[in-house]
């Protein structure tokens, strides 16, 4: 079902800011940046090996990113793995008692179909599955 790590979601305050720590400090190149509106956030990307590092920036202090940074500051939003098929994932992972906040594929950066599952059911991480429509 799974055949990578996509992206790694960290949720920041000011993206400006955090691209330029990626690319002076840590010496990566932002590659794209994009604003996802129904999620109410602006996203940057890296690319480090096969796995990408996605900075989160609230557009919204009332959407999820603004509501997470405001409840546990910036840092580690969430963990995305790559999949096939995210309609066919997200059923085989609620069947198995999962509790999903996306019950169906919906756009994401990129161009890619995400869907979320909750944190209660996750240990604790948020967790993505994206993939190619």
Request: aromatic share 6%; glycine share 10%.
């Amino acid at each position: 079902m799974i055949s990578h790590i996509e992206h790694i979601g960290i949720a920041v305050e000011n993206l400006t800011e955090a691209i330029a720590y990626y690319e002076n400090v840590l010496g990566l190149k932002c590659y794209a940046i994009e604003e996802i509106a129904d999620q109410k956030v602006r996203t940057a990307f890296f690319q480090v090996g096969q796995t990408k590092v996605e900075l989160l920036e609230t557009t919204d202090p009332d959407g999820p990113v603004g509501k997470f940074i405001e409840k546990r500051g910036p840092g580690l939003h969430h963990l995305a793995f790559a999949v096939d098929d995210v309609n066919r994932s997200l059923q085989e992972v609620a069947d198995k008692g999962v509790r999903l906040i996306d019950q169906q594929a919906r756009p994401g950066a990129e161009g890619l179909q995400i869907g979320f599952l909750h944190p209660k059911s996750t240990l604790g991480a948020l967790t993505e599955l994206c993939g190619k429509k």
